[in-house]
């Protein structure tokens, strides 16, 4: 299968294309295996929402929750099971790429039940358990960037763990997550572990600040405030490739470089539009940075393989643009902290409400299949 030369040329710009999704059904007809070969798919993230909509859909789950049932197992250890299977089998499906790329990309993420979110101690344990539970080295294990996340990430990094770090919308909390991830690194390094072994993300999520801070321009009404719309979020992220930057520069990066370490890419997520007025592709084509992770819903995917362009570098001119575009929101009356500290607190939530409808549907389908 020849590539598609929209995605052929954003990986050629520097972005590795991931699939924000997977379902036992994508694994077993071989879609997986279509994309990597066809769309320049390289990596896979999952989170509760998509986990609870692939269960939703068929009988791909049936075989293994009616073994489940008859083994008698609890709802969160079947959720466990199921999810951790196809993680598995995903990873296996990307081994070829996670060997070609010297273990930069192949990788698929799971994430640690949301209802921790705000015990770390408790994170902590549920990523080594997952960890174990797959198996595999081209895995990382999924932890928000919440406060208590901050401490859970630099454990599981000290513990050789590699990290997808999700739910980042505040650009303060992304300097947290990089100096956690650095932390890690530094007590993997004095314990004697192999700092090239460890890899991390840091998943910053973009529409969602547009979804929000679009919503409060337009209660404020004033036409400066409308013309911010759609803007906040490209900004906002833009920012944070400055301050990747910055940290990269650093001599205790340079120090953790030299020992073999490998940078915490910046992931952009929630890459979907949610406004059907701005273009489809708006959250890919503006972000286009080398050393970049772009992770898309299959929707999007297909929207760049149509019509994406790719420039090489739609993030590093901007920098002074971007400050000026938060500059603006502020003198308008947008409260910044206010608005990411919402949506990481919105963020949470819904994937516990998720998380709860995937066990709901667990606890019914075992229930029908030990009748």
């Known amino acids: 299968m020849s590539a598609n030369e929209n995605l052929a040329g954003l990986s050629a710009a520097g972005v590795s294309v991931w699939l924000d999704d997977i379902s036992r059904e994508r694994l077993e007809t071989g879609n997986l295996k279509d994309l990597i070969a066809g769309s320049s798919v390289v990596g896979v ?14 009988s791909a789950y049936d075989e293994q929750i009616a073994d489940l049932a008859v083994r008698k197992v609890s709802v969160d250890e079947a959720a466990r099971a199921i999810t951790t299977f196809d993680i598995r089998w995903a990873a296996d499906v ?9 273990g930069q990309d192949g990788r698929v993420s799971i994430e640690v039940d949301p209802r921790l979110a705000n015990e770390t101690q408790a994170t902590i344990a549920e990523a080594k358990a997952l960890w174990w539970a797959v198996d595999r080295p081209n895995t990382m294990i999924k932890i928000p960037a919440t406060r208590a996340g901050l401490p859970a ?24 997550v990089m100096d956690a991830y650095m932390a890690g690194l530094e007590s993997a390094k004095a314990a004697g572990i192999d700092l090239s072994s460890i890899r991390s993300v840091a998943s910053f999520f973009v529409s969602r600040v547009d979804a929000e801070i679009d919503k409060r321009l337009d209660g404020i009404g004033t036409d400066l405030a409308v013309s911010l719309k759609g803007k906040a979020a490209v900004a906002n992220a833009r920012l944070a490739y400055q301050a990747f930057e910055n940290v990269t520069a650093s001599p205790r ?5 030299a020992a073999g370490a490998h940078p915490q890419r ?16 708006l ?33 590093r001119p901007f920098y002074d643009e971007a400050a000026t575009v938060l500059l603006r929101l502020k003198e308008v009356g947008i409260d910044y ?7 990481e607190d919105e963020g949470v939530e819904k994937f516990i409400v998720s998380w709860k409808q995937l066990l709901d549907q667990i606890e019914s389908k075992l229930s029908e299949s030990g009748e």
């Open 337 to 343: 902290d206010d608005v990411v500290q919402v949506l």
């Open 153 to 176: 990430i630099t454990a599981a990094i000290a513990a050789g763990i590699s990290v997808n770090v999700t739910l980042i919308f505040s650009l303060e909390r992304y300097r947290e």
């Open 94 to 102: 990307l081994a070829p790429v996670f060997e070609t790329t010297g």
């Open 283 to 315: 959250y890919v084509e503006d972000l286009v940075a080398p050393g970049t992770v772009n992770t898309m819903p299959e929707g999007t995917l297909r929207d760049f393989a149509d019509h994406g362009e790719t420039e090489p570098d739609t993030v």
């Open 266 to 281: 910046p992931l952009w997520a929630s890459t979907s539009v949610k406004n059907p007025q701005y273009r489809d592709v």
């Open 45 to 58: 993230t999952s989170n509760p929402s998509i986990f609870a909509a692939a269960l939703s859909k068929g």
């Open 253 to 257: 990066w340079e120090a953790l470089a």
